[in-house]
């Protein structure tokens, strides 16, 4: 709502099938694949996952009409954040676009210091676990001002005395946390804001841009450095196929000269027919609709590369020369 006041509308992606019902509108919004809430959770992850590429396409599109994309992941935070599918969609946006995650929690139910290091522990896992620019959201603060919650994090000594009334046994293993995480607070980024009210949101995309700015100078190198690394490894694996498929092609270009007289899909030599498997023509791709919903039916589609087709293109000129008896 804020956006849409700022006369700037995001593109919104609901990645939680446990909710049946969004309290915001979103341009994709269910992804239960007909499944329970429940045992659906994980499963629709892992599906949904297989087709983020439509994802992908669609943010590509929208680039110029939405400045931000925002994208609710479940609330079972340990579904999304240690499954594959959580990983495989991070990986996917981080490697693309600049990346931001923000981690809300509520600051009403965190006046007590034990629940309050639990939220930092569940922080500080996220952060280390997807490896992006982190900001902590402490909602809520129209019940409760989060500047207690502040003041915890940079004074050790008010945080200790909080804990000096409780009497358990998690009240040591807090205090001892506190002690670990305090290299983490240095560096985070904390806003306070209230969902209903609107405040602390202008803070908040001021946050957000200089977490843009932390990604481009720290992250995107890295996410570039990986992506080299994966194409290498991908094009010495392609390289390896293509030889060994040269060789095999070595028995079958002898026989070339056998194919005359036969049907259009029999003439065709190996090299034809792999190279009109699956393929799609760029009239093609142009009629796909551009509409928000994803392709729930897990295919395969085959789009051979132009360095594949010259290859194969060689391949048959080759072929063709040695079954010809003048050469």
């Not at 996952?49 to 009409?65: G, L, P, S, W, Y």
């Not at 991070?90 to 006046?111: G, H, I, K, W």
């Not at 799609?280 to 039916?297: G, V």
Request: hydrophobic content about 35%.
């Amino acid at each position: 709502a804020h956006l849409h006041g700022q006369r700037c509308p995001p593109y919104v992606i609901n990645l939680d099938p446990a909710v049946h019902s969004l309290p915001f509108p979103a341009n994709i919004g269910d992804i239960r694949y007909g499944l329970g809430p429940n045992g659906g959770i994980v499963t629709s992850l892992n599906l949904f996952a297989t087709r983020f590429d439509q994802v992908m396409k669609f943010i590509e599109k929208r680039q110029n009409a939405s400045k931000y994309v925002i994208i609710d992941t479940p609330g079972q935070i340990e579904v999304f954040t240690w499954s594959a599918s959580g990983t495989i969609i991070t990986e996917a946006l981080a490697s693309s676009f600049p990346s931001v995650v923000v981690y809300v929690m509520d600051t009403s139910r965190s006046t007590n210091p034990i629940t309050f290091m639990s939220n930092m522990l569940y922080a500080c896992s996220i952060l280390y676990k997807t490896k992006l620019p982190f900001i902590v959201v402490m909602n809520k603060t129209d019940i409760i001002d989060h500047s207690f919650a502040v003041e915890w994090m940079q004074d050790f000594e008010t945080f200790q005395d909080a804990l000096n009334q409780e009497t358990s046994y998690v009240s040591n293993l807090t205090r001892s946390m506190s002690l670990v995480l305090d290299e983490f607070y240095s560096s985070l980024k904390v806003v306070g804001v209230s969902a209903v009210l609107g405040t602390g949101l202008d803070e908040f995309f001021i946050q957000l841009s200089k977490a843009v700015d932390e990604y481009e100078r720290e992250y995107r190198p890295e996410y570039e450095r990986l992506r080299k690394t994966l194409e290498e490894a991908q094009e010495k694996q392609k390289r390896e196929q293509l030889e060994h498929l040269w060789k095999d092609m070595g028995s079958v270009c002898v026989q070339g000269s056998t194919l005359a007289g036969t049907d259009d899909a029999s003439a065709m030599g190996p090299s034809e027919l792999i190279l009109t498997r699956g393929t799609l023509n760029d009239e093609e791709e142009e009629r796909e609709s551009d509409t928000d919903d994803i392709d729930h039916e897990v295919t395969e589609e085959s789009h051979e590369e132009p360095a594949f087709r010259n290859f194969m293109q060689d391949m048959r000129m080759k072929c063709q020369r040695k079954s010809n008896p003048n050469e």
